[in-house]
């Protein structure tokens, strides 16, 4: 799905995506990243929602976020409390959803000015 330009082409801006992958800024990712308004997509070392961890989260709070948007593939699911006690502990939240819904969510987010990342498992590709 192509989602519409906005004002805020300065940022890393959600444009589009699909079943196995996101655009933003027109560029195609179709691994697990991460995202925040003014910092260009990172590969993400997630596989599958299964293989999340403690560090995992750590890394994500690193750059001290208000929120972080977690994509979890194709349907929402939601993480055990102890992979992310650490960032509520620093009051970082972290609100899981289906990556389409998560997408969405950080450019509504990413628009009001708020320091958001997003972090999008996608599924591996076939071999």
Not at 14 to 38: C, H, K, W
Not at 84 to 103: F, H, P, T, Y
Request: charged share 20%; net charge negative; hydrophobic share 40%.
């Amino acid at each position: 799905m192509k989602l519409h330009s906005s004002s805020t082409q300065q940022y890393q801006t959600v444009t589009g995506y699909f079943e196995a992958g996101v655009e933003i800024n027109a560029a195609r990712f179709d691994y697990s990243l991460t995202v925040m308004p003014e910092t260009a997509p990172r590969p993400w070392p997630v596989g599958r929602f299964e293989d999340l961890t403690e560090a995992h989260f750590d890394e994500l709070g690193a750059d001290s976020p208000d929120v972080i948007i977690l994509g979890t593939g194709e349907r929402q699911r939601f993480v055990h409390p102890r992979l992310i006690a650490s960032l509520s502990g620093r009051r970082i939240g972290v609100e899981c959803m289906d990556n389409q819904a998560a997408c969405r969510t950080y450019n509504i987010l990413m628009a009001e000015g708020r320091k958001v990342t997003l972090a999008l498992i996608m599924k591996a590709p076939a071999a």
